[in-house]
C-alpha cells in the first residue's frame, strides 16, 4: 500500500510519544502529590490545580491524535467511494463554523473535483488542514483559498493561506509524527502527519512551499477518476 509506515518509522513513532505523553504525566504526578501533602489549601492551589487540568489537556491531545493517526494508517481502499470533494468541504466549513468566526476567517475555494476516496477520512484531511491555517494565522484575519488542477491522471489541490509561513528547514519535518515547525501554534504535533497519512493511503502525495513575504500553500494530489 502507498506511504507504508517502516518499522524504523513506527519505532520513532512510539519513543515520540512516550517522550510527549511522559512530560504532562510526570507534571500531574508531581502536582497531585503537593495537593494531596497539604492539609490546608494555600494561595498556590490554583496555580498547582491548573497545571493538572493542562496536563491532562495535553494528554487528552496526544492521545486523540495517535488514535486519528492509528485510524488513517489502517485505511483500506474497499471503503473507497467517488465522492464530491466540494461537497466535503461545505461539510468541513459547517463542522468549524465557531472557529472560522472566532478568527474571523474566510475560505473562498473554486470548483472542486469528484474522486475515489474514503468520505470520512477526506474529510478530516479538509479539516486538518484549514486547522493547520488557523494555527499559523499572522496579524491578519485568516484568507484560505482552496482550488484544484487536473495534472495527467492525478489531481493537485491547493490550500493557501496568508499567515506566517514556514521556514524552509521545516517544510519537509511538519509531516512527521510529533514534529512541530519552530513557528506553529502549541499542539501535538500530529495534524499535517494525520493528513500525510490520509493522502498517501489514498495514492497522492502531499508537501508544503512558503513565500519570503509570508503565507503558505500545502499541496497534495489525489488519483484521477
Same mark, same amino acid.
Given at each position: 500500500m502507498p506511504g507504508s509506515i517502516s518499522d524504523g518509522e513506527l519505532s520513532d513513532l512510539l519513543l515520540r510519544a512516550c517522550h510527549d505523553l511522559r512530560a504532562p504525566a510526570r507534571a500531574i504526578r508531581t502536582y497531585s502529590e503537593l495537593l494531596l501533602r497539604d492539609q490546608t489549601p494555600g494561595p498556590d492551589f490554583n496555580e498547582r490545580l491548573g497545571y493538572l487540568v493542562d496536563g491532562a489537556h495535553k494528554i487528552d491531545l496526544l492521545v486523540d491524535g495517535l488514535a486519528s493517526y492509528a485510524v488513517a494508517l489502517r485505511l483500506e481502499a474497499d471503503s473507497f467511494r467517488e465522492i464530491g470533494m466540494e461537497s466535503l468541504l461545505r461539510n468541513v466549513l459547517a463542522r468549524m463554523a465557531e472557529p472560522l468566526r472566532a478568527?474571523? %476567517?474566510?475560505?473562498?475555494?473554486? $470548483?472542486?473535483?469528484?474522486?475515489?476516496?474514503?468520505?470520512?477520512?477526506?474529510?478530516?484531511?479538509?479539516?486538518?488542514?484549514?486547522?493547520?491555517?488557523?494555527?499559523?494565522?499572522?496579524?491578519?484575519?485568516?484568507?484560505?483559498?482552496?482550488?484544484?488542477? $487536473?495534472? %495527467?491522471?492525478? &489531481?493537485?489541490?491547493?490550500?493557501?493561506?496568508?499567515?506566517?509561513?514556514?521556514?524552509?528547514?521545516?517544510?519537509?519535518?511538519?509531516?512527521?509524527?510529533?514534529?512541530?515547525?519552530?513557528?506553529?501554534?502549541?499542539? %501535538?504535533?500530529?495534524?499535517? %502527519?494525520?493528513?500525510?497519512?490520509?493522502?498517501?493511503?489514498?495514492?497522492?502525495?502531499? &508537501?508544503?512551499?512558503?513565500?519570503?513575504?509570508?503565507?503558505?500553500?500545502?499541496?497534495?494530489?489525489?488519483?484521477?477518476?
Open positions: 478568527h474571523d %476567517a474566510v475560505v473562498t475555494y473554486d $470548483k472542486l473535483p469528484r474522486v475515489r476516496g474514503d468520505a470520512d477520512r477526506l474529510i478530516e484531511l479538509l479539516q486538518r488542514l484549514l486547522e493547520n491555517a488557523l494555527q499559523h494565522c499572522g496579524a491578519a484575519a485568516p484568507r484560505v483559498h482552496i482550488s484544484a488542477e $487536473k495534472m %495527467a491522471a492525478e &489531481w493537485r489541490f491547493a490550500v493557501r493561506d496568508n499567515g506566517i509561513g514556514i521556514p524552509a528547514a521545516d517544510l519537509e519535518r511538519i509531516f512527521r509524527p510529533f514534529e512541530r515547525s519552530s513557528r506553529q501554534h502549541p499542539g %501535538a504535533g500530529m495534524g499535517l %502527519a494525520i493528513a500525510r497519512a490520509i493522502v498517501e493511503r489514498h495514492g497522492g502525495k502531499i &508537501w508544503a512551499e512558503s513565500t519570503a513575504d509570508g503565507g503558505a500553500t500545502i499541496y497534495f494530489t489525489l488519483p484521477a477518476n
